[in-house]
């Protein structure tokens, strides 16, 4: 068992380099209150003075100035020595002793606003100041020496921080210190990430040698998929960019779909889309302009599936549509505001998931998925259409009308499991057939929703995320009622589909595009 000696630091001395100045007052009276001299530089040296606390600067604790513009200021072997000195090293002591340096206790840092600087400027000047080396330097060094010295990285750790020198009157514990090393690591680790994430922006090296990946945590959850499972979420950002303002806490499955259903709407027409989400899969989608017609629509796809669902719309709620709203069992409403009335009804529901994603926007970033230590990257797949990606190669050529419905069912396929089939009418959708290992199997399943709900009135069209290997596909579709189809181009079997349409008076349409979602 060690002895309670070597577990217990008393703080003597303690060196303070902010940039994120909160809160500081309250740590400064507690280090007078245990009398800890204290050593600073730059702008928290004069915040420390301006608070009237006594204050030694880097440069009078050294014997050597700043210089280069601030670049190189507690880059001192003083410093360092201070820091790493093991206290219980007889050659260190006299090392220390002999060269007439002071140890240093405890080392108070955060970075500079490097991520947050990038938020605010494409000024690569301004980003390249913006990289901390001194700061990392000193916490990696206090981490590293965490058996003597304490070190606090985030104004978040101050209330443990003070509450740990009343407990142990001035000194920290060991167990203390072993934490806040490993927050310590964390912290540069993280920082050190995200300067590389930039480099890498600038020569588009999405994939280089050592892929990093950084993350903050946001909220650990009651479980996973299902109760056995641990979970959390983190983010690349400092925040989701989504705010819940309304019900229970969410969980693993409901930011699962809460993210789906961003991610479709993200993808339709601005301030007119609504989407209806389950399992991650759409249930229904429309983008009426009038939009209690196009939440009904959207419910009217598949109501039965949308019975304990996720409703996102990009347009802001009115008290008409949460009256509608209000009618259906949903687990989570999304949407770009609501107005007071309609939040009022909505909140009736005690425990209805109300999500404001006004601020949230769509990051242009790489999808990720992991298993067994191994992870797979991809780009996303948000392809913007032209008229170019598209090919009409049956003899009949589809209206004005035809083509934008199949542009719009193309489009969601892309977020539909595959093998994946859209059924659409009047910029809604009106069968989805989503995750079979047979296409042929997906096409029935949207015909029989189609066949079952009846929510169109105009001409039908269907969309299939990839080729079709075989013509019973395709004809299983003009057979039920639609009229023209857009698929992907490549199959062996192309030629024999374009016979059918032709034969069948269908309209055909190829897109170069895939959209396969396993």
């Known amino acids: 068992m060690e002895d309670k000696k070597n577990i217990m630091k008393k703080i003597k001395s303690a060196l303070i380099s902010l940039s994120d100045k909160s809160n500081l007052k309250q740590i400064l009276q ?8 204290l050593i600073s530089s730059g702008g928290t040296f004069k915040a420390i003075k301006k608070l009237k606390f006594k204050c030694n600067e880097v440069s009078e604790f050294t014997g050597f100035k700043e210089i ?6 507690t880059l001192h072997h003083k410093i360092y020595a201070g820091i790493l000195n093991k206290r219980d090293n007889k050659t260190h002591s006299n090392e220390i002793k002999d060269l ?30 913006n990289i901390d080396i001194g700061g990392p330097s000193m916490v990696r060094a206090a981490a590293k020496n965490y058996n003597d010295v304490t070190v606090i990285t985030s104004t978040e750790q101050y209330v443990d921080f003070i509450n740990e020198l009343k407990i142990n009157k001035g000194s920290t514990s060991l167990k203390f210190r072993k934490k806040m090393s490993e927050a310590a690591f964390s912290e540069t680790a993280y920082y050190d990430s995200v300067i590389s994430k930039y480099f890498n922006s600038l020569s588009d090296s999405y994939f280089p040698k050592k892929k990093i990946i950084h993350a903050n945590l946001i909220e650990k959850l009651r479980y996973g998929e299902n109760p ?34 961003l991610t479709i709407s993200n993808g339709l027409p601005k301030n007119i889309g609504t989407v209806i989400v389950k399992h991650t899969n759409p ?28 409703v996102c ?23 770009k505001g609501f107005d007071n009335d309609a939040l009022k009804l909505l909140k009736l529901k005690k425990n209805l998931r109300i999500i404001d994603s006004t601020n949230f926007f769509f990051n242009k970033d790489l999808r990720f998925n992991s298993i067994n230590n191994s992870i797979l990257i991809q780009s996303e797949d948000n392809k913007i259409f032209s008229k170019k990606d598209f090919r009409v190669v049956s003899k009949k050529k589809p209206s004005s009308s035809q083509f934008n419905n199949l542009i719009f069912a193309f489009n969601i396929c892309r977020y539909v499991k595959s093998n994946a089939i859209v059924l659409a009418s009047n910029k809604t959708t009106i069968g989805i057939g989503s995750g079979q290992t047979s296409r042929l199997g997906s096409c029935q399943i949207a015909i029989d929703q189609m066949n079952r709900f009846k929510n169109y009135k105009d001409e039908i069209v269907a969309a299939s995320d990839a080729f079709f290997p075989f013509v019973d596909g395709i004809e299983k579709l003009v057979q039920s009622g639609v009229s023209a189809v857009i698929q992907p181009e490549g199959s062996i079997k192309d030629k024999e589909v374009i016979k059918f349409a032709n034969s069948t008076k269908t309209v055909l349409v190829f897109s170069k595009t895939r959209h396969f979602r396993h």
């Open 283 to 310: 249930c229904g989608v429309s983008i009426l302009k009038n939009k209690i017609a196009s939440y009904k629509s959207a419910l009217a796809c598949d109501p039965i599936s949308a019975f304990g669902g996720i």
């Open 100 to 129: 007439k340096f002071k140890n240093i206790d405890l080392v108070i840092v955060n970075f500079y606003p490097f991520q947050k600087t990038l938020s605010k400027t494409k000024n690569h000047k301004k980003i390249i100041e």
């Open 68 to 73: 280069l513009d601030g670049r190189v200021k």
């Open 30 to 37: 507690i280090l007078k209150k245990n009398n800890v001299n």
């Open 228 to 261: 056995h499972q641990y979970s959390a979420i983190y983010s690349q950002d400092e925040n989701l960019n989504i705010k819940k303002i309304h019900g229970k806490q969410l969980s693993y499955n409901n930011y699962n779909d809460i993210f789906a259903a």
């Open 313 to 335: 719309c990009n347009f802001k709620i009115n008290k008409k549509l949460a009256l509608e709203l209000n009618k259906v069992f949903l687990e989570v409403i999304i949407a």
